[in-house]
């Protein structure tokens, strides 16, 4: 659910193909999660089960930090989970559709005709991200308003005011929008609330006792706070839970998002009949869910971002294995951490990472700092230095570190961004997701 501009969300783990085997190392799972506590690279939990037995749990950081008081997170701390909520969305359309309430095939106009395209746009579109319904979270100005509560009514002019950006079934294109509505076809078609009907279909009918329809996070029911690395750990703000709703508004532990997937393969929410249908893929989209490849080991799952919150949830139906990671303060991308527990449980090669940066002198970093501007890409990148460290903050967004790989190159690796800097020609350039962008210091 997170908006940023760089920043852009993994959707899913991969990693090369090696010599799978079983057997589970605890020690170098540990080892992974203590080199990302202690480096602050990372607060959040891990938990993999297999064949519906915890296996490994593990959690790191803080669920609220407040100055000197911290409180840490443990096992049981529950986490926003952002877009993960769309696969219990997805699944409750499904029991609606297994009770003949409705089809794929029905039409968005029976509930909502103003939304525009309303008459070609059929449930599996939505849940398959084709109705070509704008994703509101694009909008340039959502982070003005996303912390205020909003009724449906709001929310439903906004999503019609945005518009068609194709048309329908034409192709895939991920929106919120499509999963706001889907809740709320939901709160129709049941005359009660989302948070009852998850209540009532999902959490109390296969044990999940750590997950529900979220409010304001509170640190003294064990919920955590999520956090951006600066200089620090610095408080991200909240979005009010009215906003996404379907599309992101659960909040969950990585045990208590095992057992769901695990569950949900395993036949005690959906037919079988209705899981293909959930599983089938077009256009790399499934309704409601995602394939996540790992090597020749093809899973099922999803990925969520919401604030400082960033989540991942994987299930691998032929070895019964479900992996879930959820952190509230990332540095490092959540997908390399999921990459790292995947490898150390089948036993591929795999090295825990040091997280050693290169030592580059003051007078050096002194000569990268400025503001750059690019032909290619309509924004401003300001470098400032503030002790030891470069920091870089685009036009609109937050500063971010940069760490050192050699005394030219750093990175963000939480962003997957590259920066390459040349002194002699008052240049840099930004590598990010396969691109490469020349930027020019001015004078």
């Given amino acids: 659910m997170s908006k940023k501009i760089i920043l852009s969300c993994i959707l899913i783990a991969t990693a090369t193909a090696g010599t799978f085997a079983q057997a589970f190392n605890k020690p170098k799972m540990d080892s992974l999660m203590n080199a990302i506590s202690s480096n602050n690279k990372g607060m959040g939990s891990v938990a993999i089960m297999k064949g519906g037995k915890l296996l490994y749990t593990r959690a790191i950081g803080y669920k609220d ?21 769309k696969v219990f969305t997805s699944v409750m359309i499904f029991q609606l559709i297994e009770e003949h309430k409705l089809t794929l095939d029905t039409k968005l106009s029976t509930f909502y005709p103003k939304v525009p395209n309303a008459k070609l746009i059929t449930i599996s579109d939505m849940l398959s991200h084709r109705s070509g319904i704008y994703n509101f979270t694009n909008n340039s100005e959502y982070l003005l308003w996303n912390a205020t509560p909003h009724t449906k009514e709001q929310m439903l002019d906004i999503i019609i005011k945005g518009g068609s950006v194709f048309k329908p079934g034409t192709k895939a294109d991920y929106s919120n929008s499509n999963f706001v509505l889907l809740g709320y076809i939901i709160e129709k078609l049941t005359a009660h609330t989302y948070k009852e009907e998850l209540a009532t279909r999902i959490t109390s009918k296969i044990g999940l006792n750590n997950t529900y329809f979220g409010t304001k996070a509170d640190p003294a029911k064990n919920e955590a706070h999520s956090y951006v690395m600066n200089t620090k750990w610095e408080q991200e703000s909240e979005t009010d839970m009215s906003i996404p709703g379907g599309a992101g508004a659960i909040v969950s532990t990585p045990s208590d998002l095992d057992l769901f997937i695990t569950s949900l393969f395993g036949g005690k929410l959906l037919s079988k009949k209705s899981l293909d249908e959930m599983t089938t893929i077009k256009d790399d989209y499934g309704r409601g869910i995602f394939q996540v490849p790992f090597g020749t080991k093809k899973g099922y799952g999803h990925t969520g971002g919401i604030d400082g919150f960033s989540s991942s949830l994987g299930y691998f139906p032929d070895d019964s294995l479900a992996v879930a990671y959820i952190g509230n303060g990332q540095v490092i991308p959540v997908n390399d951490i999921v990459i790292g527990a995947l490898s150390i449980y089948y036993n591929v090669p795999y090295k825990v990472p ?90």
């Fill in 354 to 443: 040091t997280f050693k940066t290169f030592d580059v002198a003051e007078a050096t970093l002194k000569q990268y700092a400025g503001v750059y501007t690019s032909a290619q890409l309509p924004l401003k990148i300001t470098i400032t230095l503030k002790g030891k460290t470069l920091y870089a903050q685009a036009t609109g967004q937050n500063e971010f570190p940069l760490d050192a790989t050699n005394e030219t190159t750093f990175e963000f690796a939480q962003a997957g961004i590259v920066m390459v800097f040349n002194a002699a020609t008052n240049s840099m350039q930004l590598k990010q997701g396969g691109g490469a962008y020349d930027f020019t210091k001015g004078k």
């Fill in 65 to 85: 930090i407040n100055g000197d008081n911290k409180l840490a997170a443990d096992y049981a701390t529950k986490y926003r989970i952002g877009s993960i909520s």
